[in-house]
């Protein structure tokens, strides 16, 4: 049970230390919707506004938020700062986008995207005197604000008073009911409506005044500090709750809650309005209600460029007159553009994107770009189009196989012009260059896959380029190794390295069109096999085939391993064995100087590296034969020099 408590806390404690740095403003405001069923409260319907940056994200930052949570939480109090309810959760009732886009043709283009969540929950409370105060705290402002000092750290609290039983406990309270997102741009006046909305008809006033801290050094999601709420933010100088932003005229608010200004520096900043409610009738001070919002400045100023390129080839495969333009200017979000084509035609497009304009026929064509024609924001730009389509880069090859040489022809075409020049290069030979011939021969050093490019260019200077992968094959083949066998026993030839045999002569053979034929022979003979593959390619390999009766062991009597290529090495000449148990060689002494079982390499006339004395040597040996005969030999050699 223990393990379960802990459990719960600890997601309970995740859940409040996550920082929402994308929340950048709200407020709290509530509706009486009438009594209680035994007509001794007033219900009331609370609503949290909180405002968030849609385009925030967290990326890989820990405990961080970049939706809105849902519940959040409010708390109760009466005039003296006791809490009269436990934590009352509001719940999402909807979220709503706020979108607005710079749309002007000399300004650069910005866009301001903002969402705004509907909170609600329904309290009741009995009527005491001095009201109540309904808050709703929370850490963490939007990132790197101008006028608060380290915001992200920041709390904020938002909160609304219920008038007492000696005012008027069945109030609604004023709301700022306008939500909009505004795109602002530095050092050009703006206006934006902040008029407050009260059902009762109230009086209202407004002022700009201070964004309210949560009283708090933590960084909890929600907390619970006691009214009175005069905490406010650290405000950056020369920023303040009533100058927030600066500006030449600085900002400000007029009696019908409309706020103006001309901003001096981009950045984004915290604004909080309040509205002070007076009973229209008895002209009684009923609260103050506040909204902080993140106004922020955006640097709209760019310079208007028109930029097309300076010279566009149309050099595509098909052969057709319509060039597609790139418009590549510096602009605003609805400037225009007007295209003269100098070919007696123009059109005006609304945005960037590229179109094909059809051109009567090839040659080269001054085109002229103008944005903004007829503002004072315009620029201009001319360029050359030079339309002569129709080039078709391509090649064959002819040949496939390693050693011979592969000739790849020139397919390329051009419909209104003429190929002046080519440039053939293989990705391990750097040494090939351009060249007007239509064919290339090249002889591949290895089995393997190549890229072949081929560049053409054009008398109009088009110039187009294709590469292919060349696959090259080679065949390795291989005879077997020169054999000793006994007369009359048959023996399997061993081919392999391709996919087409044939061997000559074809004495003896069984099949001499196979890889593995059997031989049957007793005249020593030289085998030459040819190896195909399906691919075309070929290769050759000999095997020299002796005979001899047998089995035996056929062991000479002297060497002289004095380096003249003839009979330089001590070996025995096996016929008809199949294994070698030893081959080992003494001096007189009895001392072993050699010992080895491989018959084609034998001793070569030393001892540790240094020759040998001319002398008489005593080797053994020990075999079996192909019919399971253990065969033993003894003897002597002289070597001599």
């Not at 385009?55 to 109090?77: H, K, L, M, W």
């Not at 004072?376 to 390693?402: H, Q, R």
């Amino acid at each position: 049970m223990k393990r379960v408590i802990y459990m719960v806390l600890g997601c309970c404690l995740l859940f409040l230390d996550a920082a929402g740095y994308h929340i950048i403003g709200g407020e709290i405001y509530y509706r009486t919707i009438g009594m209680s069923a035994d007509n001794l409260r007033y219900r009331y319907l609370i609503t949290l506004k909180l405002y968030r940056d849609a385009d925030f994200t967290c990326g890989d930052r820990q405990g961080c938020i970049d939706r809105f949570e849902n519940p959040s939480v409010a708390n109760v109090y009466n005039a003296s700062g006791t809490r009269v309810l436990s934590s009352v959760y509001l719940y999402i009732k909807t979220v709503k986008p706020l979108i607005d886009t710079l749309k002007n043709p000399c300004l650069a283009p910005q866009a301001q995207h903002l969402e705004v969540a509907f909170y609600e929950a329904t309290i009741e409370l009995p009527p005491i005197t001095g009201g109540y105060y309904v808050s709703s705290q929370r850490c963490c402002r939007g990132e790197k604000l101008t006028n608060i000092y380290d915001s992200e750290h920041e709390g904020s609290t938002y909160y609304t008073v219920i008038p007492g039983l000696e005012v008027k406990p069945g109030n609604n309270s004023a709301y700022f009911n306008k939500d909009t997102a505004i795109v602002i741009c530095n050092a050009m006046p703006f206006k934006i409506d902040y008029a407050a909305y009260d059902e009762d008809g109230d009086s209202l006033s407004y002022s700009l005044c201070s964004a309210l801290t949560d009283g708090t050094a933590s960084v909890d999601r929600s907390s619970n500090t006691p009214p009175p709420y005069n905490n406010i933010v650290r405000y950056i100088a020369p920023y303040s709750g009533s100058n927030p932003m600066g500006g030449n005229p600085a900002i400000a608010i007029d009696s019908k809650g409309m706020i103006s200004c001309t901003p001096d520096r981009p950045g984004k900043y915290v604004v909080t309005v309040c509205v002070n409610e007076y009973d229209r009738t008895t002209k009684v001070f009923l609260g103050t209600h506040s909204k902080d919002i993140l106004l922020t400045i955006f640097d709209c100023t760019t310079k208007i460029t028109a930029s097309i390129p300076s010279i566009l080839r149309n050099c595509t495969d098909e052969p057709s007159l319509s060039v597609p333009m790139a418009n590549y200017s510096n602009a605003g979000f609805t400037s225009t553009y007007y295209w003269a084509f100098g070919d007696g035609t123009d059109t005006t497009t609304t945005d960037r994107t590229v179109f094909n304009h059809n051109f009567p026929d090839t040659g080269v064509y001054k085109v002229k770009l103008i944005v903004n024609p007829g503002l004072a924001c315009t620029d201009s730009m001319t360029g050359l189009v030079a339309n002569y389509p129709g080039l078709k880069a391509d090649f064959n090859s002819v040949g496939l196989c390693k050693g011979t040489p592969i000739q790849f022809d020139d397919l390329s075409t051009y419909q209104y012009g003429r190929i002046t020049s080519r440039k053939w290069i293989i990705n391990i030979d750097s040494t090939l260059g351009s060249t007007t011939s239509t064919i290339l021969k090249y002889t591949f050093p290895a089995a393997a896959t190549y890229a072949v490019t081929l560049t053409v260019s054009t008398n109009t200077q088009c110039e187009k380029t294709v590469t292919k992968n060349i696959q090259v094959y080679a065949v390795k083949p291989f005879a077997g190794n020169d054999t000793i066998l006994v007369k009359g026993l048959p023996f399997t030839m061993q081919g392999s390295g391709g996919d087409i045999y044939s061997w000559s002569p074809s004495y003896g053979l069984n099949n001499p069109n196979i890889a593995h034929p059997v031989l049957l022979s007793d005249r020593d003979t030289t085998y030459i096999l040819k190896v195909s593959n399906i691919q075309g390619c070929s290769g050759y390999d000999t095997m020299h085939v002796k005979f001899y009766a047998g089995p035996e062991m056929y062991i000479p009597s002297a060497f002289s391993p004095n380096g003249d290529g003839v009979n330089d090495r001590f070996r025995f000449i096996p016929v008809g064995m199949i294994s070698y148990k030893y081959f080992r060689i003494y001096n007189r002494w009895g001392q072993e100087l050699y010992a080895s079982t491989d018959f084609h390499t034998g001793w070569d006339g030393t001892i540790q590296g240094k020759p040998a004395p001319v002398d008489t040597y005593i080797w053994i040996l020990d075999a079996t034969d192909l019919n399971g005969n253990q065969i033993q030999r003894k003897g002597t050699v002289t070597l001599v020099r």
